[in-house]
């Protein structure tokens, strides 16, 4: 069932099993030639088809949401190693 108040779109499948997604959703999505789709199922059947920078973006917001916006996990794990390291040494 498609959104309230998006339209819903026709495709057919050719016999190399491509689908041509329509212009509006491409140029909407930023979906160009050469552009990774991410394709999954649910339990339903149903067929979900996402842009890959969106998966990506919901991927890094998730993660984002995860620890306070001003502290870099990247400075964290680099402190870390280095305690271990001290510690490996004997400092």
């Known amino acids: 069932m498609p959104s309230k108040g998006k339209p819903a779109y026709r495709a057919k ?14 140029d909407r999505h930023g979906i160009k030639p050469g552009s990774s789709v991410r394709i999954t ?11 890959a920078e969106a998966v990506l973006r919901e991927a890094q917001q998730y993660f ?7 502290v870099l996990w990247s400075d964290q794990l680099i402190a870390e190693r280095r305690r271990e390291a001290k510690r490996e040494i004997g400092e």
């Open 13 to 26: 499948v050719d016999g190399a099993g491509r689908i041509l997604i329509p212009a509006e959703l491409r």
């Open 64 to 70: 984002q949401s995860l620890g306070p916006a001003d």
């Open 41 to 51: 199922e649910n339990a339903a059947g149903r067929i979900f088809l996402e842009p």
